[in-house]
């Protein structure tokens, strides 16, 4: 019997979703290179693609009892992944697209809550991202903020059989129901070894401050043994496919509706970063992740930090769906072995004997 630890080159699965090349460093999602779908498409769109069917807005609204849920979360200052877990369990529809609807009007209606505001009822004249950005800040948001959070959201919106994907998938194997998988999936993204933590990547670029001290501040990470957030990636070898789309999303959005001088200074840092990398460490092919300009569009969005990875769920959460619905197309128990390596031949003594 082989192990592979982490069920690492295990084929789990055929899927018609998402194609990750880490080698060539590509990401194709239901046929469309990513840079071609989180560029130009809605979100809506993406999800049909993904769905193979048409998308029709499901609730958004959610139930007086989740709302009170939420509120008690507040006042004991719950994690907010948490929150989006415990709310997510509530959601009483298993149709797809309730489920997809409700989980930003939950995160957006905690977010509020934890700040001491109320929280802002959805409105149906908007878009799934202008809807969440729109109950966050109490504003509609402009156009270029709006298409700045779609191409985040198809960016991120699927990525083959990562561990919430995975969590996803098993569960509705089991012939569960599909909020029992998202909530499952939330659970599993909120490790920080899949959720990634794109805080820290933007809090290097802060603590840099100007480009003439990248190389002074960087040099002094490294030696001291510091991991350099933001870059290097398990499963790509080369720059992976969606910083590219990030930062020209990034680009557009900072110059268009921001200070595009904290945009400059990300490209300087990163420039900077990927030299000392190879000068350091050659050959480990360190390059630029997903999570570098994720932290600088999102922040360019003001959203802070811990609403970072509960944003990337409002996305993924597409992805889950598509891959449960797939799953229940050709379902089949995933029920992995194990191989034992404990004791045998005990015998039980009873010790009142």
Wanted: aromatic share 6%; proline share 5%; net charge negative.
């Amino acid at each position: 019997m082989t192990i592979n630890k982490g069920l690492e080159d295990v084929v789990a699965a055929e899927t018609a979703l998402s194609l990750v090349d880490g080698e060539r460093g590509e990401l194709i999602i239901a046929g469309f290179p990513v840079a071609e779908l989180a560029l130009n498409a809605t979100f809506e769109e993406t999800v049909e693609i993904l769905w193979n069917a048409p998308f029709a807005a499901g609730e958004r609204h959610i139930p007086d009892s989740t709302m009170a849920l939420l509120r008690d979360a507040a006042r004991d200052r719950v994690d907010t992944m948490d929150a989006l877990r415990m709310g997510a369990g509530t959601i009483r529809s298993d149709a797809p697209a309730d489920v997809l609807a409700a989980l930003p009007t939950i995160v957006a209606a905690y977010w509020r809550l934890l700040h001491a505001r109320e929280p802002i009822a959805p409105r149906h004249d908007l878009g799934h991202a202008a809807n969440y950005l729109y109950m966050l800040s109490g504003e509609v948001p402009s156009d270029e903020r709006v298409r700045g959070l779609e191409t985040y959201l198809n960016t991120v919106v699927d990525h083959g059989l990562n561990a919430s994907t995975f969590t996803a998938r098993v569960i509705t194997s089991t012939g569960s129901d599909l909020v029992s998988a998202v909530v499952g999936a939330i659970g599993a993204l909120k490790g920080p070894l899949h959720g990634g933590a794109p805080g820290p990547a933007l809090d290097m670029v802060f603590e840099i401050g100007e480009a003439g001290r990248a190389e002074e501040v960087l040099r002094r990470k490294i030696e001291s043994g510091e991991k350099l957030m933001g870059f290097g990636h398990r499963v790509y070898k080369v720059r992976d496919p969606r910083a590219d789309v990030l930062a020209q999303a990034a680009e557009r959005l900072f110059r268009r509706d921001g200070d595009l001088r904290l945009y400059e200074l990300a490209k300087s840092v990163e420039a900077t970063a990927l030299r000392l990398l190879e000068e350091y460490k050659p050959g480990r092919r360190l390059q630029t992740n997903v999570e570098f300009y994720t932290a600088l569009l999102l922040h360019g969005l003001s959203l802070e930090v811990p609403l970072f990875t509960p944003t990337f769920a409002v996305s993924r959460a597409a992805g889950w769906i598509a891959h449960c619905l797939e799953q229940r197309r050709a379902n089949r128990i995933i029920r992995p072995q194990s191989l034992y390596t404990g004791p045998t031949g005990r015998t039980w003594r009873n010790p009142a004997a």
